[in-house]
């Protein structure tokens, strides 16, 4: 008896634990499924942009592409991805994450690099 009463707690622990699973599954395909849209947005908007700099400025394809490898190899890696890289703080001086707002150290304003640095 006891222990059917212990086999029933335990399927009933994992069942809750498998039913918090599915739920935090669903959440994180929605997000993903935000993101994809996300994506796919910004993509549109950045050859938009890139067609009307061709058309305004007679800017070619290997200008992008220069620039875009000059971006890429800011962070000390050509790995098709604009990354981040520590900076001294405005305050006290001390290294910190590029992709805070505040100093990880004194908590001070830090600014990013770029517009666009996450």
């Known amino acids: ?3 059917d009463l212990y086999q029933q707690q335990q399927i009933n622990d994992a069942e809750r634990t498998a039913d918090k699973a599915i739920s935090k599954a669903d959440r994180y395909a929605g997000d993903i499924s935000d993101l994809r849209n ?3 947005r910004l993509s549109l908007a950045s050859q938009a942009m890139w067609e009307l700099l061709q058309n305004w400025a007679g ?3 290997a ?3 220069t620039k875009m490898i000059e971006i ?3 962070d000390g890696r050509i790995d ?3 990354g981040t890289a520590p900076i001294n703080c405005p305050a006290c001086g001390r290294t910190t994450s590029s ?3 505040t100093c990880v150290m004194c908590g001070a304003p830090t600014r990013r690099k770029h517009q666009f640095e996450s």
Request: proline share 0%.
């Open 1 to 3: 008896m006891i222990w």
């Open 38 to 40: 996300h994506v796919e």
């Open 63 to 65: 200008e992008l592409e």
């Open 59 to 61: 800017i070619t394809e």
């Open 99 to 101: 992709t805070r707002d």
């Open 72 to 74: 890429d190899a800011r």
């Open 80 to 82: 098709g991805k604009m």
